[in-house]
């Protein structure tokens, strides 16, 4: 059974820090784009970022400059270390894996998709 499943989500005072992980199971993602989205309460999911098989990350301006993706092989895991956390920050974080070399900012081009872990920024 193929899996992703998130952690590391909790409550954060506005300017704080969180590390979230996403660890991988049933397949290796090593030859897999990954990609962190989120959804705030009341609106669509939405693209934070994304890390190749190469390693070529991509933000959305929101988090740029705030927000760092990476990825450790040997675990089958990535992660997203998210700094100065706003109150717009908050939201379900997740994560997933698109086949292939390259990351994406469309949802729909992600095949496999964790169940989620729970941001919340207090301002």
């Known amino acids: 059974q193929v899996q992703l499943v998130e952690s590391g989500g909790g409550l954060v005072q506005a300017g704080g820090s969180l590390t979230l992980s996403c660890a991988g199971s049933?397949?290796?993602?090593?030859?897999?784009?990954m990609g962190w989205f989120r959804q705030a309460p009341g609106k669509e999911r939405e693209f934070v970022a994304s890390?190749?098989?190469?390693?070529?990350?991509n933000y959305a301006d929101s988090v740029k400059g705030r927000f760092t993706i990476s990825r450790d092989f040997a675990k089958n895991t990535v992660y997203l270390q998210m700094n100065l956390l706003k109150f717009e920050d908050t939201g379900v974080y997740y994560c997933?894996?698109?086949?292939?070399?390259?990351?994406?900012?469309?949802?729909?081009?992600?095949?496999?998709w964790g169940q989620g872990t729970t941001v919340t920024v207090s301002s």
């Open positions: 890390v190749s098989w190469s390693g070529v990350t």
């Open positions: 997933a894996a698109r086949p292939g070399p390259y990351g994406s900012t469309r949802s729909k081009d992600y095949d496999y």
């Open positions: 049933g397949r290796s993602f090593s030859s897999d784009a």
